[in-house]
């Protein structure tokens, strides 16, 4: 296996940075569309394989068996070169520390995939719903099933951040998740075969997830996912109200999206950048 050593992987960051940002807008969200399916394919897998595992083994265990599983939709990701916003997050702002593009460039791409990962995200969680998350008879009444139940209490938990301290944990979360997100980003970058991109993108995905922290693209997946399940429950004593469209976006994406940023700018593009910048100037 090849491995790079530090100081290239940063500049590399930093070239893929470059690249992205000159992706007309429409390949953006195309791109986009894609990373986002793939995430919620990730997410719609450990939805349904942690599904009991708690009532059995104890929550640890549970928690151990979705992130084994979501990584899938990161290695996806990079390995067929779709957009995710999560990662673009440091991999744009490399590019403009390291090649000076404009700040404007950063968030045109930042824009455009965010878009896309929501139309995908949504669309998955629209077939999960319909699929394997419930049930149909031949008269075309819907069953949620146990797939579906373990959906909407993830998304009901999602949502369930009210208040300043509730809200300051949502924060820290989505900080923590996406400082691991783009190491693991840089650990796939680092090497050149795809059994080394496998092993360096699992494991950070792993402890993001199993850790219990919070994704922005993700949770556009986990909570339509919970939506479109609880409209198959009104009427029923099982439906939620606060579970919707609006708090899915006030009470969680929005301050998600913003702890994201900061996770992948701050705390991997930044720090990364000030420690080897002044290798990476050597290496032109």
């Not at 190491?183 to 496998?198: Q, S, T």
């Not at 469209?245 to 700018?265: E, H, R, Y």
Request: proline residues 4%; contains cysteine.
């Amino acid at each position: 296996m090849v491995f790079h050593p530090p100081v290239q992987i940063v500049a590399k960051a930093g070239d893929a940075g470059k690249y992205k940002v000159g992706l007309p807008a429409w390949n953006m969200i195309m791109r986009g569309f894609m990373s986002g399916a793939y995430i919620a394919m990730g997410a719609g897998l450990a939805t349904v394989c942690s599904t009991g595992v708690a009532d059995s083994l104890g929550p640890g265990f549970a928690a151990l068996v979705r992130g084994a599983v979501f990584p899938v939709g990161l290695i996806i990701t990079i390995l067929t070169g779709a957009e995710l916003f999560t990662g673009d997050a440091m991999l744009a702002p490399m590019a403009a520390f390291i090649h000076k593009i404009s700040w404007m460039q950063v968030l045109n791409l930042w824009v455009w995939v965010y878009v896309g990962n929501f139309i995908g995200s949504v669309v998955y969680a629209y077939l999960m719903a319909y699929g394997p998350l419930s049930s149909w008879d031949a008269a075309g009444a819907v069953t949620v099933n146990a797939f579906g139940m373990t959906a909407l209490g993830i998304a009901k938990g999602k949502v369930s951040y009210v208040g300043g301290a509730a809200m300051w944990s949502l924060l820290m979360k989505a900080i923590g998740c996406n400082w691991l997100v783009n190491l693991a980003v840089l650990l796939g970058i680092c090497a050149d075969d795809a059994v080394g991109k496998f092993f360096g993108i699992w494991f950070p995905i792993m402890a993001f997830v199993s850790s219990g922290l919070e994704h922005s693209i993700a949770n556009m997946y986990f909570i339509p996912a919970g939506i479109f399940v609880n409209g198959f429950l009104a009427g029923t004593p099982q439906y939620i109200a606060e579970l919707n469209w609006v708090t899915m976006w006030t009470n969680n994406v929005i301050l998600v999206t913003i702890g994201n940023i900061i996770g992948g700018l701050l705390f991997v593009g930044i720090i990364y950048w000030v420690a080897f910048r002044k290798e990476i100037a050597a290496l032109k």
